[in-house]
């Protein structure tokens, strides 16, 4: 086997493998964005955890037979760029981002559980909070009712030790007045 044909096996199989680990995939045209642009988006992608490739589409086509995203197989038309992660909301994120700040750059489709995504559909996921904003939001609600109980039973000894000065208080002041 000569060398760029082992080359192109290894490609097919690294998005092969990404495709199987990945939970959304898009597909976005680069056409007119220039090389700082490019590289601030993989920048932007590489900070979500977020991999872009361009990758030939006849290699894409075949990287994505036997996963959830082959239903892609048919979009690979034209300069495009590979969007995957685990995290649907980064993706989608990272692309809407860098498409409201660089006009050549447009989601063309995306894919996700076996299912074609509609660029409508991709700005909606991009509103949803990211994954660390539900989880600091699923700890907090589930941190409320612990620090509820903590604070009520620390209230029942700050209680007692008021109730005791408020009896010493009223005790001091009926012995100054008995003084008098």
Do not use: W
């Amino acid at each position: 086997m000569n060398e760029n044909l082992e080359r192109k096996h290894q490609i097919v199989d690294s998005v092969h493998k990404q495709f199987e680990s990945a939970t959304l995939a898009v597909l976005s045209e680069y056409r007119g964005v220039d090389v700082a642009g490019m590289g601030d988006l993989r920048r932007m992608a590489r900070e979500a955890n977020v991999r872009i490739q361009v990758v030939k589409n006849t290699l894409a086509r075949r990287a994505v037979e036997d996963t959830e995203f082959e239903c892609l197989k048919d979009h690979f038309n034209g300069p495009l760029a590979l969007a995957i992660s685990d995290d649907p909301v980064a993706v989608a994120k990272t692309l809407s981002d860098f498409s409201g700040k660089n006009d050549a750059f447009k989601m063309q489709t995306g894919a996700m559980n076996g299912q074609l995504v509609s660029v409508e559909q991709l700005e909606q996921i991009a509103k949803l909070p990211s994954r660390d904003e539900l989880l600091s939001t699923l700890i907090g609600t589930m941190a409320a009712p612990i620090q509820k109980f903590v604070s009520t039973l620390n209230e029942i000894p700050s209680g007692f030790v008021r109730v005791l000065a408020a009896i010493r208080d009223s005790e001091d002041s009926s012995e100054s007045k008995s003084d008098d």
